[in-house]
């Protein structure tokens, strides 16, 4: 499930952590569904951004965010089972995250969807999922590149929803 290429530093190395590939996918798996949904407003989808900077910003960390969550791999990564308990609170932190976000997608569906259940569930879940994620494989670059993303994440997002007067 790890393929490892070479050092980077310390206990990392450049490699291929397969599951992590299943775990950005899982997270997309709203957007797949959205166009076959007749939604009667999808302010998400209608978005300008109120700054370029920050959307910028926002795509770099996020874009960094899929990439360090697949490529860096640490070298006692704890793989898919932990023995310990610490790991095994990062993992099921990532789940609960990810399943208030599966939540909020539902509500947002169903034609709930103001900004507060937007900005809480569709967009701070996502990069805290990932940082979970990053803290239970013990990817330090990942927990820090998406303490970024969530800072322009949420401010990108909150400031074109306020344009579109949400």
């Known amino acids: 499930m790890i393929i490892k290429c070479f050092k980077i530093y310390k206990g990392y190395f450049c490699g291929f952590w397969l599951p992590g590939i299943l775990f950005f996918l899982i997270q997309e798996l709203p957007y797949v569904v959205m166009p076959f949904l007749s939604l009667s407003t999808n302010p998400l989808m209608k978005m ?54 599966f939540a909020g997608w539902y509500f947002y569906f169903s034609g709930y969807q103001s900004i507060k259940l937007m900005l809480t569930c569709l967009v701070a879940m996502p990069p805290l999922y990932y940082m979970s994620l990053g803290l239970w494989q013990k990817n ?27």
């Open 48 to 101: 300008k951004t109120a700054f370029p900077l920050l959307e910028v910003s926002e795509k770099l960390f996020g874009v960094l965010t899929i990439l360090l969550l697949i490529l860096p791999v640490h070298g006692k990564s704890a793989g898919l089972t932990s023995e310990t308990l610490r790991y095994k609170i990062f993992f099921f932190l990532a789940l609960f995250f990810l399943v208030l976000y």
């Open 140 to 166: 330090h670059l990942l927990v820090i590149n998406t303490a970024f993303f969530l800072i322009f994440h949420i401010a990108n997002v909150w400031t074109s929803l306020l344009l579109l007067n949400c």
